[in-house]
């Protein structure tokens, strides 16, 4: 079976992380694609497994298995945002499918430099110490995608405490960078962010399928949190602070 070890900065030990069934489970395993790489999957004995499910991936010792399906069905785009509805009709010879991109790394950008004592994704400043650039990088990914049409996209988001505990309105930005540059990072299109007080997680929070149609193209690498009148200061978990943070999952067809 082969090693997920590439497809996240540190998979040691044990931990859980999103993949998508590229076929159904046969026998006790399956295979799973989990940041563009196919690998065969053991299964737990009561799991079944359909090809497109996005299915949870954990590590017990040397191997891994698929300990559960992360939603009822396999996710189809939704339609006027409730995710109940159908999935399209297939044209003869149109393959659909479902990916899931963890970042290879999250981190802040604060005026001058990059903040190492956390991963966390900060938007903002705090008692004048300069304005962060919350980024969140996707690697090489995305663009196994390549020649592919995304048409939809969504990312699990959790923030954690600092500012005001209440929702606060957050900018969110397209990044060219797919892994940390030495400088600030690039920042171009711009749209509203996740909206969440203290303690609260949005698992379901639509970016723009443009954005992620870029990562495929190879033309963005991530997304980014930058507001520049530094408020409201608000910082999201990171991968050291929650696995599944930032994880992306985009619906497509070729």
């Known amino acids: 079976m082969s090693d997920l070890a590439d497809t ?12 998508t069934a ?23 004995r009561d799991v079944p497994v359909s090809s497109g499910d996005v299915v949870a991936v954990h590590r017990i010792g040397s191997e891994w298995f698929v300990i559960g399906r992360v939603w009822a069905a396999a996710p189809v785009p939704p339609v006027g945002g409730t995710g109940n509805e159908e999935a399209p009709v297939p044209k003869p010879g149109t393959v659909y499918g479902t990916s899931v991109f963890g970042p290879v790394e999250t ?6 430099r990059w903040r190492t004592d956390n991963t966390a994704v900060y938007q903002g400043q705090y008692g ?3 304005n962060h650039t919350g980024s969140v990088f996707y ?3 995305p663009r196994s995608l390549a020649g592919a049409t995304v048409t939809y996209a969504r ?5 954690l405490s600092g500012g005001i505990y209440a929702a606060q309105a957050t900018t969110m930005r397209l990044m060219t960078n797919s892994t940390r540059p030495g400088g600030a990072p690039t920042l171009t ?16 929070f639509q970016i723009p399928q443009s954005w992620a149609q ?3 193209d190879g033309t963005a690498g991530g997304i980014a949190f930058f507001d520049g009148s530094g408020s409201p200061y608000v910082r999201f978990a990171g991968t050291g602070d929650w696995s599944p943070a930032f994880a992306l999952t985009m619906i497509w067809q070729r």
Do not use: C, E, Y
């Open 107 to 112: 981190r802040s950008w604060q005026a001058t």
């Open 8 to 19: 996240k900065t540190d998979l040691t030990g044990t931990g859980a992380f999103l993949g």
């Open 128 to 130: 004048g110490n300069g």
């Open 189 to 204: 299109s711009s749209t509203g962010g996740p909206s969440l007080a203290v303690g609260n997680t949005h698992n379901n």
């Open 155 to 159: 990312i699990q988001v959790q923030r």
């Open 22 to 44: 590229t076929a159904a489970k046969t026998g006790q395993t399956v295979t799973v694609n989990v940041n563009g790489t196919v690998t065969t999957v053991n299964t737990f």
């Open 214 to 216: 870029a990562m495929v």
């Open 139 to 141: 690697g090489s990914g």
